[in-house]
Nanobody, 119 residues
Framework: VQLQASGGGLVQTGGSLRLSCTVS????????MGWFRRPPDKEREFVTQ????????SYAGSVKGRFTISRDNAKNTVYLQMNNLKPEDTAVYYC?????????????WGQGTLVTVSS
């Protein structure tokens, strides 16, 4: 499984960005796709997740109500719509997948895309 993330950039506080993550390879084995982020000088953290087959979602409390994850299975792509961005959302964002054989164990990762929110 290979993942390609895109869509990061510089945005002002209160602005919006949409990230995309396109997956290729053994997509039939995917259980879910998630977005994680690593803020400057901090540990990587979970942002959101969506199950591949039925679209169930979960969010970190810090982004709930502002971020929306969605998927387009026909395009093998997951999106992260980020609204009302805050400086604390500044981070490198990574998409990742787990598998039906090991749900919750994210083994495949994209290369990361930088989101910078200016105050």
């Amino acid at each position: 499984v290979q993942l390609q993330a895109s869509g990061g950039g510089l945005v002002q506080t209160g602005g919006s960005l949409r990230l995309s993550c396109t997956v290729s390879g053994r997509t039939f084995s995917i259980y879910s796709m998630g977005w994680f982020r690593r803020p400057p000088d901090k540990e990587r953290e979970f942002v959101t997740q969506i199950t591949w087959d039925d679209g169930r979602t979960s969010y970190a409390g810090s982004v709930k109500g502002r971020f929306t994850i969605s998927r387009d299975n026909a395009k093998n792509t997951v999106y992260l719509q980020m609204n009302n961005l805050k400086p604390e959302d500044t981070a490198v964002y990574y998409c990742a997948t787990d598998s039906k054989a090991a749900p919750g164990s994210f083994s495949y990762w994209g290369q990361g895309t930088l989101v910078t929110v200016s105050s």
